[in-house]
């Protein structure tokens, strides 16, 4: 097992990034889990004044309500100076992996507030925390599944040659911001490390309110847009969000 750890993963570059992602995902569970168990008791007490409350509360410094977010930034910053100043050897690149993206986890749950500039948290606006956390951990895959940010093997650019690999990976970024333009975040993100994934996105049909369908689509390919990005496409896009919010409403 430590064999194939070390061949597959340490040796590819890849460890940093499964440890990140492990880390990511197991502090946004458990994040999920307390915030959703403060507000559970929040309501309830607010309905039982004999209630006693519970050990999980929001934490408060000097009368001030401190965010979690602000914990996830701290994080991320000291363990990308550590990371920039140090590059430590594995175990310890690993660790600092992990509390990376426990910090990352942390910062993107309020990623809506950052956007407001207030607690929407269990609002609507609040939502786009969600999306922010599912787009941050998709890409977190896809970077796991590739070996080059763009999608480019190193070794290729000894057997292309450096002109033909820099015009591929133009091109590549080319059609990676059209998807982006055409609306498609997720899809244009994960499309960086996996380039096909970024060229389907900008050949299909682009979101009704994308700046790319705005300036150049017509009323009738509009049109086509709002249908198949309309309710039945919400609804299903409801439905993924309350999944990894744990019932976020």
Known sequence: MSDWYQHY?????RAASLWLLVGFVTTYAVTRWITLRIRFRS???????????????DLYIGGVHIHHQVWGILLVLVTGL???RFTPPSPWQELLAVLFGAGAALALDEFALWLHLQDVYWTEEGRKSIDAVMVAGVVGLALLASTSPFGVDPSSVAAQGLVATSVAVVVHIGYTIVCLLKGKIATGLIGLPIPFVALVGAIRLGTPTSFWARRFYSDQKLHRSAERFGPAYRARRERLRDLVSGGHR
């Open 82 to 84: 550590l990371e920039f």
């Open 43 to 57: 309501t309830a007490d607010a309905g039982d004044a004999g209630a006693t409350g519970t050990t999980v509360k």
């Open 9 to 13: 993963l340490v040796e590819t570059g």
